[in-house]
């Protein structure tokens, strides 16, 4: 597709089970990021890709959070044993380089009960 | 790192006014700034960015203002009309590093 693509669009979880969101972002995109969206709220940083390379996670809230780009294409951002504080929308967003235009994707709307 | 701060958080105004969200930022080293625009339940989407090396940029009804030395920057939007409300979002880009403000819920009564 021509945008970036994320899966799944909402997510229900029991608290404690493990969830996995995909990113594919768009194709030829160097830069990836993660984002975390409460609601109200502007995007928070969880991580930075460029190609397979994982060059900031400094935004992960614990180490329950979990990302990787292994081919330097798709990623997916996991998240074990959730709690109801992770809640939220998860944004995927890709550049072609950085200090680019971001694209994002339309986000990952997780639940956790 | 880097701290931004959007004002306000929710701004009305009627047809046809002019709208004006105001960010500042901390970090003297950011030089890259962004702003979103994001429709309810959609993704969001740039409308207009500036780098520091430019005091002001338009683009027909919208304009962004940058002073570097005060460390703030605006989004000025005219003539607005319904299709503009929505929650707009500053950002000061630092290295790779995209910090965004809280967003401002713009709503534009017809």
């Known amino acids: 597709g021509a945008g970036v693509s994320q899966s799944p669009r909402y997510k229900v979880a029991k608290r404690g089970q493990d969830v996995a969101l995909r990113c594919d972002p768009i194709?030829?995109?160097?830069?990836l990021f993660w984002y975390q969206q409460a609601l109200g709220q502007g995007p928070e940083f969880l991580t930075y890709f460029q190609n397979e390379a994982q060059l900031d996670k400094s935004g992960l809230p614990s180490d329950r959070f979990f990302a990787e780009r292994p081919e330097g294409s798709v990623s997916t951002l996991k998240i074990q044993r959730t709690q109801q504080e992770d809640s939220a929308v998860y944004l995927c967003?890709?550049?072609?380089?950085?200090?680019?235009?971001?694209?994002f994707g339309e986000g990952s709307r997780l639940t956790v009960l | 790192g880097e701290n931004v701060e959007q004002h306000p958080s929710t701004l009305s105004v009627q047809e046809g006014d002019s709208a004006v969200i105001k960010c500042t930022y901390s970090?003297?080293?950011?030089?890259?700034f962004p702003w979103y625009k994001q429709e309810l339940g959609k993704r969001p989407q740039l409308i207009i960015d500036?780098?520091?090396?430019?005091g002001e940029k338009k683009d027909q009804r919208i304009a962004v203002t940058l002073n570097k030395t005060a460390k703030h920057f605006s989004l000025h939007i005219t003539e607005t009309q319904p299709e503009d409300s929505a929650v707009y979002f500053c950002a000061a880009v630092t290295g790779n590093q995209f910090y965004f403000g809280t967003g401002t819920s713009l709503t534009v009564i017809p």
């Open positions: 194709s030829g995109h160097v830069s």
């Open positions: 970090d003297s080293a950011s030089n890259y």
């Open positions: 967003a890709s550049s072609l380089a950085p200090k680019v235009e971001l694209f």
């Open positions: 500036i780098r520091s090396n430019v």
